[in-house]
């Protein structure tokens, strides 16, 4: 913050040009955080191995998910959509008898090692579908992938 310019007289186009060459670095330094997250998981090997769908209304859960190295019927994510995180209900991880003998390799929860994860369900039709854990990614039990 310098001296002011000369004020209001300066021609407006002169203030419009300069807006928008700074408009785009406050932009870039939000999105920059997020992408990076991404960015670095894509660089970690991960590519969408599977869109994800609710096993009970068939409504698309997520775009980009990764399928996890031992479990194949489980699925992490970052960026999901339909999903409603249940905030009021944390539980500690532990095998889930609702899980359908369909779809677990052998204990859903297994390859999630962290104390504490919030149950996701599907937002159309509320079906739980997976958790979130404290790193805010995705961890899709009950959903059914389509090849990508
Ligand atoms: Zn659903």
């Known amino acids: 913050m310098a001296?002011?310019?000369t004020v209001?007289?300066?021609t407006i186009s002169d203030d419009d040009e300069i807006d928008y060459s700074v408009k785009p670095e406050f932009y870039d330094s939000e999105l920059?955080?997020?992408d990076e997250l991404w960015v670095h998981k894509k660089r970690n090997g991960v590519v969408s191995d599977a869109?994800?769908?609710?096993?009970a209304c068939?409504?698309?859960l997520c775009l980009e998910s990764q399928r996890h190295e031992k479990i194949v019927t489980q699925y992490r994510a970052v960026f999901v959509e339909n999903c409603e995180i249940k905030n009021e209900e944390v539980v500690q991880v532990q095998s889930d008898k609702k899980l359908p003998k369909r779809?677990?390799?052998k204990n859903g929860f297994e390859a999630v090692e962290i104390g504490k994860v919030k149950p996701?369900?599907?937002s159309v039709c509320s079906t739980r579908v997976g958790v979130i854990d404290e790193d805010e990614v995705y961890h899709f039990f009950e959903v059914i992938p389509s090849e990508v």
């Open 3 to 5: 001296s002011s310019p």
């Open 103 to 105: 779809k677990r390799g």
């Open 51 to 55: 869109v994800l769908s609710c096993p």
């Open 8 to 10: 209001s007289e300066k």
């Open 120 to 122: 996701v369900c599907c």
């Open 32 to 34: 920059d955080a997020k």
């Open 58 to 60: 068939f409504t698309t």
